[in-house]
């Protein structure tokens, strides 16, 4: 730093960076002239700091270049282009310096070894659903040194993922999506290993494109028609499919179309009835339970690319997290009849899967619509006939259990829907309904009778039974549309839902 003082056409030079222009300065007195100067010899040491500053700066810099080469002389590891090269897992076979340091606890396993750890750098996996499944069997993934993961949802992470689905964050929730999400928290572990994200709901149009990019393909969905896509599009491109599902406490985990084992409509040929279906936001799962499958499915994986062990190909592992235990049961071979994988198959490519199961893939809330517009009421409409202080009765026909999270304040019975299929007489919940209902049931004015659940599906089933069940007593029975979340969404924002 250098000043430059500009005095009458007098240059005195201390520097360049400050210049300070003084041609109109006028000294109108001795005392004014001894300050300037004062001021000059002050300049004058300022500028004398800021010189040896700077040469000290020049020498730290040499230091630090003669310290950057030393360091390139002893030790790789700090050099940035040596890093570079090392993103190469593997030389003619032979694993890195840093990979033998990473991969240590498995290379030592006789099984696994050199060889081993080389086919897994090799492998490539695409895991579909990067959900409660997908999180576990990503992260060891990409821990054990698969070279390549593929990872497939289109969902964005929200609050009631997290339980279960360990690589996502509350930062991240409602905003970012699952594949991104996953995929950060995989390179976060492993920053050799390459991720290709799909933000896309795998389709009959894109499942092929997809799965021939990979090696093996694990299944970590949740609904029967992408189960139906995937296993297809396995058996199209000759891929392995390892598959997990888990509910409420329970999971299973098998591996199709490998090794001669039977692909997934050599086991369920025709789809089961969309009511029958069920998933975790219904049913309900705990965490660790589909942690354990997830787990399980990454160990399948690392069977099948390194070639050890015994996949479970054929087999079906059952694990109940309450009791406790694990059982694996032999499944039935490949099927000679089956549509897509026997000896005459007449799926030869991908169909449309939503209208073959009669479910959505996408959406996970099924949505009856089995009544009348007269038989139902909107969860506004339903909140203004509470003010006008009519008498009425709201039956709430969820478990128990759904009730001590939460319910609308006025509830008067519960009668879980599960109770309108037992024998008249059989369920004490209905009687104490039906004798309500006899009493205060006038002819002058049929008691309205409304029924409620979470999402307004079951409350439709519900309805019929009780205009049956009360066909001879004067009331009116309506459902409310959309249950319990539309009466958040329309009525009252605070009102938790799950
Ligand atoms: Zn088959």
Same mark, same amino acid.
């Given at each position: 730093?250098?000043?430059?003082?500009?005095?009458?056409?007098?240059?005195?030079?201390?520097?360049?960076?400050?210049?300070?222009?003084?041609? $109109?300065?006028?000294?109108? /007195?001795?005392?004014?002239?001894?300050?300037?100067?004062?001021?000059?010899?002050? #300049?004058?040491?300022?500028? %004398?700091?800021?010189?040896?500053?700077?040469?000290?700066?020049?020498?730290?810099?040499?230091?630090?270049?003669?310290?950057?080469?030393?360091?390139?002389?002893?030790?790789?590891?700090? =050099?940035?282009?040596?890093?570079?090269?090392?993103?190469?897992?593997?030389?003619?076979?032979?694993?890195?310096?840093?990979?033998?340091?990473?991969?240590?606890?498995?290379?030592?396993? /006789?099984?696994?070894?050199?060889?081993?750890?080389?086919?897994?750098?090799? $492998?490539?996996?695409?895991?579909?659903?990067?959900?409660?499944?997908? &999180? @576990?069997?990503?992260?060891?993934?990409?821990?054990?040194?698969?070279?390549?993961?593929?990872?497939?949802?289109?969902?964005?992470?929200?609050?009631?993922?997290?339980?279960?689905?360990?690589?996502?964050?509350?930062?991240?929730?409602?905003? #970012?999506?699952?594949?991104?999400?996953?995929?950060?928290?995989?390179?976060?572990?492993?920053?050799?290993?390459?991720?290709?994200?799909? &933000?896309? #709901?795998?389709? +009959?149009? %894109?499942?092929?494109?997809?799965?021939?990019?990979?090696?093996?393909?694990?299944?970590?969905?949740? =609904?029967?028609?992408?189960?139906?896509?995937?296993?297809?599009?396995?058996?199209?491109?000759?891929?392995?499919?390892?598959?997990?599902?888990?509910?409420?406490?329970?999971?299973?985990?098998?591996?199709? %179309?490998?090794?001669?084992?039977?692909?997934?409509? &050599?086991?369920?040929?025709?789809?089961?009835?969309?009511?029958?279906?069920?998933?975790?936001?219904?049913?309900?799962?705990?965490?660790?339970?589909?942690?354990?499958?997830?787990?399980?499915?990454?160990?399948?994986?690392?069977?099948?690319?390194?070639?050890?062990?015994?996949?479970?190909?054929?087999?079906?592992?059952?694990?109940?997290?309450?009791?406790?235990?694990?059982?694996?049961?032999?499944?039935?071979?490949?099927?000679?009849?089956?549509?897509?994988?026997?000896?005459?198959?007449?799926?030869?490519?991908?169909?449309?899967?939503? +209208?073959?199961?009669?479910? /959505?893939?996408?959406?996970?809330?099924? +949505?009856?619509?089995?009544?009348?517009?007269?038989?139902?009421?909107?969860?506004?409409?339903?909140?203004?006939?509470?003010?006008?202080?009519?008498?009425?009765?709201?039956?709430?026909?969820?478990?128990?259990?759904?009730?001590?999270?939460?319910?609308?304040?006025?509830?008067?019975?519960?009668?879980?829907?599960?109770?309108?299929?037992?024998? $008249?007489?059989?369920?004490?919940?209905?009687?104490?309904?039906?004798?309500?209902?006899?009493?205060?049931?006038?002819?002058?004015?049929?008691?309205?009778?409304?029924?409620? &659940?979470?999402?307004?599906?079951?409350?439709?089933?519900?309805?019929?039974?009780?205009?049956?069940?009360?066909?001879?007593? @004067?009331?009116?029975?309506?459902?409310?549309?959309?249950?319990?979340?539309?009466?958040? %969404?329309?009525?009252?924002?605070?009102?938790?839902?799950?």
């Amino acid at each position: 730093m250098v000043f430059v003082v500009v005095y009458n056409g007098l240059q005195l030079s201390y520097g360049t960076k400050y210049i300070i222009f003084c041609n $109109t300065i006028k000294f109108q /007195s001795s005392a004014y002239l001894e300050l300037f100067h004062s001021c000059l010899t002050t #300049m004058t040491d300022v500028a %004398n700091l800021i010189s040896q500053l700077q040469e000290k700066d020049k020498e730290i810099l040499r230091l630090r270049e003669l310290l950057s080469q030393r360091t390139t002389c002893t030790d790789s590891r700090d =050099n940035e282009s040596a890093r570079q090269s090392l993103k190469v897992p593997e030389v003619d076979g032979r694993l890195s310096r840093d990979d033998i340091a990473r991969y240590s606890r498995q290379l030592i396993l /006789s099984e696994l070894g050199v060889k081993g750890q080389v086919a897994l750098g090799r $492998t490539s996996v695409l895991i579909v659903g990067c959900g409660g499944l997908g &999180c @576990p069997a990503a992260i060891y993934l990409a821990g054990a040194g698969v070279g390549r993961l593929g990872l497939v949802d289109h969902d964005i992470v929200e609050l009631n993922n997290l339980h279960r689905q360990i690589l996502h964050s509350e930062a991240n929730a409602e905003k #970012m999506p699952k594949a991104v999400s996953a995929a950060y928290s995989c390179k976060k572990l492993n920053s050799r290993m390459t991720c290709d994200i799909h &933000c896309v #709901m795998l389709t +009959s149009s %894109n499942a092929l494109d997809i799965v021939r990019q990979y090696d093996i393909v694990v299944d970590a969905t949740d =609904n029967v028609a992408t189960r139906y896509l995937l296993s297809d599009a396995c058996v199209l491109s000759g891929r392995p499919l390892v598959s997990g599902g888990a509910l409420r406490f329970e999971g299973q985990l098998t591996v199709y %179309n490998y090794q001669s084992s039977p692909c997934y409509r &050599c086991l369920y040929p025709q789809p089961p009835l969309a009511e029958m279906v069920t998933n975790c936001s219904d049913a309900g799962v705990l965490g660790p339970v589909v942690g354990v499958i997830g787990s399980l499915q990454a160990v399948e994986v690392i069977k099948i690319a390194t070639g050890i062990g015994h996949p479970f190909a054929g087999r079906l592992v059952l694990y109940d997290g309450l009791d406790g235990t694990f059982h694996c049961v032999k499944l039935r071979g490949r099927q000679k009849t089956c549509a897509v994988c026997g000896d005459s198959p007449t799926v030869t490519k991908l169909i449309d899967y939503e +209208s073959f199961c009669g479910l /959505s893939a996408g959406d996970i809330c099924r +949505s009856l619509n089995i009544l009348p517009p007269s038989e139902r009421i909107n969860a506004s409409d339903y909140a203004a006939f509470i003010k006008t202080g009519k008498p009425h009765l709201l039956v709430d026909v969820r478990i128990p259990v759904e009730l001590e999270i939460t319910k609308l304040p006025t509830t008067t019975h519960n009668v879980p829907v599960d109770e309108f299929t037992k024998p $008249t007489g059989c369920s004490s919940l209905l009687k104490v309904l039906d004798e309500d209902v006899r009493e205060q049931a006038s002819a002058d004015a049929p008691l309205p009778l409304f029924v409620v &659940c979470r999402r307004g599906n079951d409350s439709q089933l519900a309805v019929q039974k009780l205009q049956l069940f009360f066909s001879d007593v @004067p009331v009116t029975v309506k459902d409310i549309i959309g249950g319990l979340a539309a009466w958040s %969404n329309e009525v009252d924002k605070n009102f938790p839902i799950y």
